[in-house]
């Protein structure tokens, strides 16, 4: 009665469909894992280091810090003489421009012939020396550079740079050189900037040349850290020395990753680490929950929070966001145990976890706590059919956090003041967020086709529209469904099987007789109008109540586990009453059974065959003379038997022993609903 073929035939088709599903999920899930190597540790000096035990994982140079590197460059730098080259010409072509314009104009302005030697002879002196432009000029002042070489002839010459000429100081100095012979005022008349234009040439190759010789012996480090030393562990406060080891350790990290060989090495082993585990996964659905690849909503689901979990920590952790420990994954097994089963639920959560871990540095830690909160969570939160569950299992999982941190600083701290507080804080944000688990079941329903027992529980509501609605219209069918929502909810506790949703599903499994109440006996008041129909009409308005329900289970929205009540409550049996009645009458005539059949199908799950057996046992105890315990058991034996004869549960993953349950069960509760009598013993003559 397996519902499951264990004779299906390899596919190919199957095959490239699950291949699919794991190249995406490893693609997706390794595009976004952190690529280039973050140094992800936030610490300051005089701090306490919040972080577990650090050791180096490779040799590094400690680098000196940087006011140290710019104060021991620059006592190197201090003899740094940069290159410049003084152009002879210039002197000559602003000495021949001067003296063309003192024929054509200056012999005007100044006295005599003396003043144009005067500027000659200054003019002379000023490009001997050399003058800068004021970008040279402004750049040596900067630098602190007190002399320069000029190349002459492959000869480099030290001179001063106060010894130098700016633009502005060489037409100061014409101006004041000799005031007592030449009058300034006069001086100033004659443009002297028009001769005055930078003779010295910054020479950049020969001047950076020097540069790096001077720095080449500069050592960057000022010792080494050996791969497996210890740098620092929880609790220690970090100094100077620890600080600086740490930027180095930072620094040397994201220097490595920035090699394409690094990053290529970095995505393949990612990808292999994600590719195990999700094989892992897909291997533990192919062995013992095979049905959940043809089930979309189980699947897409079950991928989803594969994916969707560890891009989440991935991008905290690329960005730096808070801290990981505010991710609710406690949701992850909540919500696949409500949809599908708590043994699913326990390898989602521990695959997802290790899909998480590896976005960070050292998650040993990590791992713990969080397989530590998601048994919490399975153990806490089996049913959630109120909301104050789920407030319980958020406390519960905020308690086991904080009790397993604790104990972690137990083993690994010998002053619990080390302990960071801070952590407890993060609990509780987590705790918290876990609520909203509830709203979000409430989307996943309607974007993945599950119903959860929050719904059924919701449905179940005898003063919800429909029902109230269904007990005015069809008070008789009403307090049928009530009765057989008890009888089959009892039964699908004695056998393992989901109370709630059998429960809900026998309320609402009739509620086609609506459409047409008067036709059936438990809505009939002495009156039966199937007396004026044929035989086949009255079959055909018996069976319509199927089709009916589903177009009120459509027009209400109800969830399409419902509506499979709906259609395989008679599966594809007959109308007995009718079809035996017609035979009866027409003995000589082949008769089309096809008339007188339910649309079916046939129960495809415990719960739906639960519910056939009790919609037949209570429909039929009704129509008893007496209600005593040899009628009532061997009603039930007679019915439930011949549903079994009939192949009605041959799709339906029910078992003989399952049904013997059921059948001992209805007994007993009729006998109870029906207040039955000891049969007294007769006297014996």
């Given at each position: 009665?397996?519902?499951?073929?264990?004779?299906?035939?390899?596919?190919?088709?199957?095959?490239?469909?699950?291949?699919?599903?794991?190249?995406?999920?490893?693609?997706?899930?390794?595009?976004?894992?952190?690529?280039?190597?973050?140094?992800?540790?936030?610490?300051?000096?005089?701090?306490?280091?919040?972080?577990?035990?650090?050791?180096?994982?490779?040799?590094?140079?400690?680098?000196?810090?940087?006011?140290?590197?710019?104060?021991?460059?620059?006592?190197?730098?201090?003899?740094?003489?940069?290159?410049?080259?003084?152009?002879?010409?210039?002197?000559?072509?602003?000495?021949?421009?001067?003296?063309?314009?003192?024929?054509?104009?200056?012999?005007?302005?100044?006295?005599?012939?003396?003043?144009?030697?005067?500027?000659?002879?200054?003019?002379?002196?000023?490009?001997?020396?050399?003058?800068?432009?004021?970008?040279?000029?402004?750049?040596?002042?900067?630098?602190?550079?007190?002399?320069?070489?000029?190349?002459?002839?492959?000869?480099?010459?030290?001179?001063?740079?106060?010894?130098?000429?700016?633009?502005?100081?060489?037409?100061?100095?014409?101006?004041?050189?000799?005031?007592?012979?030449?009058?300034?005022?006069?001086?100033?008349?004659?443009?002297?900037?028009?001769?005055?234009?930078?003779?010295?040439?910054?020479?950049?190759?020969?001047?950076?040349?020097?540069?790096?010789?001077?720095?080449?012996?500069?050592?960057?480090?000022?010792?080494?850290?050996?791969?497996?030393?210890?740098?620092?562990?929880?609790?220690?406060?970090?100094?100077?020395?620890?600080?600086?080891?740490?930027?180095?350790?930072?620094?040397?990290?994201?220097?490595?990753?920035?090699?394409?060989?690094?990053?290529?090495?970095?995505?393949?082993?990612?990808?292999?680490?994600?590719?195990?585990?999700?094989?892992?996964?897909?291997?533990?659905?192919?062995?013992?929950?095979?049905?959940?690849?043809?089930?979309?909503?189980?699947?897409?689901?079950?991928?989803?929070?594969?994916?969707?979990?560890?891009?989440?920590?991935?991008?905290?952790?690329?960005?730096?966001?808070?801290?990981?420990?505010?991710?609710?994954?406690?949701?992850?097994?909540?919500?696949?145990?409500?949809?599908?089963?708590?043994?699913?639920?326990?390898?989602?959560?521990?695959?997802?976890?290790?899909?998480?871990?590896?976005?960070?540095?050292?998650?040993?830690?990590?791992?713990?706590?969080?397989?530590?909160?998601?048994?919490?969570?399975?153990?806490?939160?089996?049913?959630?059919?109120?909301?104050?569950?789920?407030?319980?299992?958020?406390?519960?999982?905020?308690?086991?956090?904080?009790?397993?941190?604790?104990?972690?600083?137990?083993?690994?701290?010998?002053?619990?003041?080390?302990?960071?507080?801070?952590?407890?804080?993060?609990?509780?944000?987590?705790?918290?967020?876990?609520?909203?688990?509830?709203?979000?079941?409430?989307?996943?329903?309607?974007?993945?086709?599950?119903?959860?027992?929050?719904?059924?529980?919701?449905?179940?509501?005898?003063?919800?529209?429909?029902?109230?609605?269904?007990?005015?219209?069809?008070?008789?069918?009403?307090?049928?469904?009530?009765?057989?929502?008890?009888?089959?909810?009892?039964?699908?506790?004695?056998?393992?099987?989901?109370?709630?949703?059998?429960?809900?599903?026998?309320?609402?499994?009739?509620?086609?007789?609506?459409?047409?109440?008067?036709?059936?006996?438990?809505?009939?008041s002495g009156v039966n109008p199937h007396k004026s129909l044929s035989y086949e009409q009255s079959a055909q308005l018996i069976i319509n109540h199927v089709t009916d329900g589903i177009k009120l289970a459509e027009k209400y929205n109800l969830p399409k586990v419902i509506k499979d009540f709906i259609l395989t409550h008679h599966g594809l049996g007959v109308t007995k009453y009718f079809y035996i009645s017609y035979k009866n009458e027409h003995p000589d005539e082949e008769v089309d059974i096809e008339k007188f059949r339910y649309p079916g199908p046939n129960p495809f799950t415990k719960e739906q065959a639960i519910l056939m057996m009790a919609d037949s046992v209570e429909a039929a105890s009704r129509s008893l003379p007496e209600y005593t315990e040899e009628s009532i058991g061997t009603l039930v034996d007679k019915i439930i038997d011949a549903q079994v004869a009939e192949g009605y549960f041959k799709e339906c993953p029910i078992t003989f022993k399952d049904i013997a349950s059921v059948k001992a069960l209805f007994k007993e509760k009729l006998k109870t609903m029906y207040h039955t009598r000891i049969t007294y013993p007769e006297l014996k003559k």
């Amino acid at each position: 009665m397996n519902s499951f073929s264990t004779n299906k035939r390899f596919s190919y088709k199957d095959l490239l469909f699950k291949v699919l599903i794991f190249v995406v999920t490893v693609s997706v899930i390794v595009y976004f894992l952190p690529k280039e190597g973050k140094f992800n540790y936030e610490f300051d000096v005089d701090k306490p280091w919040k972080y577990g035990l650090l050791q180096a994982s490779f040799d590094f140079p400690i680098y000196k810090n940087d006011q140290q590197v710019q104060k021991e460059q620059d006592s190197i730098l201090a003899s740094y003489q940069p290159y410049y080259h003084l152009e002879k010409e210039t002197g000559k072509t602003m000495l021949a421009k001067l003296r063309e314009d003192y024929n054509k104009t200056l012999r005007g302005i100044v006295p005599g012939t003396d003043y144009l030697r005067y500027l000659e002879k200054s003019l002379e002196k000023i490009y001997e020396r050399g003058i800068l432009s004021g970008a040279d000029a402004e750049k040596l002042t900067e630098d602190s550079l007190h002399s320069i070489l000029l190349v002459d002839k492959n000869l480099g010459i030290s001179r001063p740079v106060d010894q130098l000429f700016t633009i502005k100081g060489a037409y100061e100095y014409l101006l004041n050189a000799d005031t007592s012979a030449y009058r300034k005022r006069i001086l100033q008349q004659c443009n002297l900037n028009n001769y005055i234009t930078p003779n010295l040439i910054y020479d950049k190759e020969k001047s950076e040349t020097a540069q790096k010789e001077l720095l080449s012996n500069f050592s960057w480090a000022n010792g080494y850290v050996l791969n497996g030393q210890k740098i620092i562990d929880r609790g220690e406060i970090v100094n100077e020395k620890t600080y600086n080891i740490l930027e180095s350790l930072r620094r040397e990290w994201e220097k490595r990753s920035e090699s394409t060989k690094e990053i290529r090495l970095t995505i393949t082993g990612q990808a292999l680490f994600v590719g195990i585990f999700v094989l892992f996964f897909m291997a533990y659905l192919e062995l013992f929950r095979k049905q959940y690849y043809g089930h979309k909503g189980a699947l897409t689901l079950l991928f989803a929070l594969m994916v969707f979990f560890p891009i989440v920590l991935a991008v905290m952790v690329e960005q730096n966001l808070s801290n990981v420990y505010i991710i609710p994954l406690a949701m992850i097994p909540i919500i696949v145990g409500i949809f599908l089963d708590s043994r699913t639920a326990f390898v989602a959560h521990v695959v997802i976890i290790m899909l998480c871990s590896i976005s960070l540095r050292y998650p040993y830690e990590f791992i713990i706590l969080q397989i530590g909160a998601g048994l919490t969570a399975i153990y806490s939160l089996r049913e959630l059919s109120q909301r104050s569950q789920l407030f319980r299992t958020a406390f519960l999982v905020f308690i086991c956090y904080a009790l397993l941190y604790f104990a972690f600083g137990l083993i690994h701290e010998d002053d619990l003041t080390k302990l960071d507080t801070r952590m407890y804080i993060y609990f509780g944000i987590n705790g918290v967020l876990l609520l909203f688990a509830y709203p979000f079941l409430f989307a996943l329903e309607k974007i993945f086709g599950f119903t959860s027992n929050v719904t059924l529980v919701e449905l179940s509501n005898i003063n919800n529209s429909l029902l109230r609605e269904m007990s005015e219209v069809a008070p008789g069918t009403f307090q049928h469904s009530l009765q057989m929502a008890n009888l089959a909810a009892e039964a699908a506790n004695k056998i393992g099987a989901n109370s709630q949703l059998v429960r809900t599903g026998a309320l609402y499994h009739d509620i086609g007789k609506m459409v047409n109440p008067v036709f059936f006996t438990e809505n009939q008041s002495g009156v039966n109008p199937h007396k004026s129909l044929s035989y086949e009409q009255s079959a055909q308005l018996i069976i319509n109540h199927v089709t009916d329900g589903i177009k009120l289970a459509e027009k209400y929205n109800l969830p399409k586990v419902i509506k499979d009540f709906i259609l395989t409550h008679h599966g594809l049996g007959v109308t007995k009453y009718f079809y035996i009645s017609y035979k009866n009458e027409h003995p000589d005539e082949e008769v089309d059974i096809e008339k007188f059949r339910y649309p079916g199908p046939n129960p495809f799950t415990k719960e739906q065959a639960i519910l056939m057996m009790a919609d037949s046992v209570e429909a039929a105890s009704r129509s008893l003379p007496e209600y005593t315990e040899e009628s009532i058991g061997t009603l039930v034996d007679k019915i439930i038997d011949a549903q079994v004869a009939e192949g009605y549960f041959k799709e339906c993953p029910i078992t003989f022993k399952d049904i013997a349950s059921v059948k001992a069960l209805f007994k007993e509760k009729l006998k109870t609903m029906y207040h039955t009598r000891i049969t007294y013993p007769e006297l014996k003559k």
